[in-house]
């Protein structure tokens, strides 16, 4: 794309957030298109946080930059550019109270990434007595002692797994420095081969070592012993719940509009018991 035509084009797109008329227009240009679609796409889960937050050092704000264009484009329409569309309506009741709730001037919300307010649901496949069978796998960031962080398996859905029983804790691993690494959610979680097929220190990708959720005894077994094979992942959905009040989940929408990549497909309002009673139930299962 021509410099003259990416400034224009960023001068566009700042004029249509602030209007609410985000990615409505349509290019006859193709590779202009494409250009666009790149930019404003949100490639993945830790871009979601940058615009969220509208960290100073995002990805959006780099390419103004780089273009010597003002980035005008305030928190609030960038969180609107996070949602959904083609599911939820950009006059939303609920979309607009979220909106000022976050944006606060006095007590602004932020997301954060070495938090404990989400989780990845990983809709996984394996080889289970000859056919294919999928599990969803809960997963969470969580921190290490020496002050990194890693993705750690801390809940599993229904399976229809019979495993048979052969521990009911998980064993202490041999090495102590097997992670899955926290980048993962950037690979499709492909390193969860690697970690399943390492039974000798398979607890270390395990949240806790009690193994009283029934699922999750099922569910480790049957790695431990060879039951299931894991092929690959093939869906991922984030749960956020924030500010012990708001729940949302984020999805990825493959798309040629603007308003694709990782977006808000589906949000409500609870009180704290709400909360609590999502969370139990997204961590068992159920």
Request: aromatic share 14%.
């Given at each position: 794309?021509?410099?003259?035509?990416?400034?224009?084009?960023?001068?566009?797109?700042?004029?249509?957030?602030?209007?609410?008329?985000?990615?409505?227009?349509?290019?006859?240009?193709?590779?202009?298109?494409?250009?666009?679609?790149?930019?404003?796409?949100?490639?993945?889960?830790?871009?979601?946080?940058?615009?969220?937050?509208?960290?100073?050092?995002?990805?959006?704000?780099?390419?103004?930059?780089?273009?010597?264009?003002?980035?005008?484009?305030?928190?609030?329409?960038?969180?609107?550019?996070?949602?959904?569309?083609?599911?939820?309506?950009?006059?939303?009741?609920?979309?607009?109270?979220?909106?000022?709730?976050?944006?606060?001037?006095?007590?602004?919300?932020?997301?954060?990434?070495?938090?404990?307010?989400?989780?990845?649901?990983?809709?996984?496949?394996?080889?289970?007595?000859?056919t294919?069978?999928?599990?969803?796998?809960?997963?969470?960031?969580?921190?290490?002692?020496?002050?990194g962080?890693?993705?750690?398996?801390?809940?599993?859905?229904?399976?229809?797994?019979?495993?048979?029983?052969?521990?009911?804790?998980?064993?202490?691993?041999?090495?102590?420095?097997?992670?899955?690494?926290?980048?993962s959610?950037?690979?499709?979680?492909?390193?969860?081969?690697?970690?399943?097929?390492?039974?000798?220190?398979?607890?270390?990708?395990?949240?806790?070592?009690?193994?009283?959720?029934?699922?999750m005894?099922?569910?480790?077994?049957?790695i431990?012993?060879?039951?299931?094979?894991?092929?690959d992942?093939?869906?991922?959905?984030?749960?956020?719940?924030?500010?012990?009040?708001?729940?949302?989940?984020?999805?990825?929408?493959?798309?040629?509009?603007?308003?694709?990549?990782?977006?808000?497909?589906?949000?409500?309002?609870?009180s704290?018991?709400?909360?609590?009673?999502?969370?139990?139930?997204?961590?068992?299962?159920?």
């Amino acid at each position: 794309m021509a410099k003259t035509g990416v400034l224009k084009f960023l001068i566009f797109i700042s004029f249509s957030i602030c209007h609410h008329r985000l990615f409505s227009q349509v290019f006859s240009n193709n590779d202009d298109a494409k250009e666009k679609h790149f930019v404003y796409e949100v490639k993945e889960i830790d871009e979601f946080f940058e615009r969220f937050n509208d960290e100073r050092g995002s990805f959006i704000r780099g390419v103004y930059k780089a273009h010597h264009v003002k980035f005008n484009i305030p928190r609030q329409r960038l969180i609107w550019s996070l949602f959904n569309y083609e599911n939820m309506s950009r006059d939303s009741v609920m979309m607009k109270k979220f909106i000022s709730d976050v944006t606060k001037k006095q007590k602004p919300i932020y997301l954060h990434y070495y938090g404990d307010d989400w989780y990845a649901e990983l809709t996984c496949k394996f080889k289970y007595n000859a056919t294919s069978i999928v599990i969803p796998v809960i997963m969470k960031i969580e921190m290490t002692q020496n002050k990194g962080s890693k993705w750690m398996i801390v809940g599993v859905g229904s399976s229809g797994l019979k495993p048979k029983i052969v521990v009911t804790e998980m064993a202490q691993s041999k090495v102590k420095m097997n992670i899955i690494s926290p980048t993962s959610n950037g690979t499709n979680f492909v390193s969860l081969k690697r970690a399943f097929d390492d039974k000798e220190n398979l607890s270390d990708y395990f949240e806790s070592t009690d193994m009283k959720n029934s699922k999750m005894l099922e569910f480790y077994n049957a790695i431990l012993n060879g039951d299931i094979d894991f092929t690959d992942v093939v869906k991922i959905k984030y749960h956020f719940l924030l500010a012990g009040r708001w729940l949302f989940t984020v999805e990825d929408f493959i798309r040629k509009d603007l308003n694709s990549g990782w977006l808000i497909n589906h949000m409500e309002k609870v009180s704290s018991a709400g909360m609590d009673n999502y969370r139990s139930k997204l961590l068992s299962g159920n």
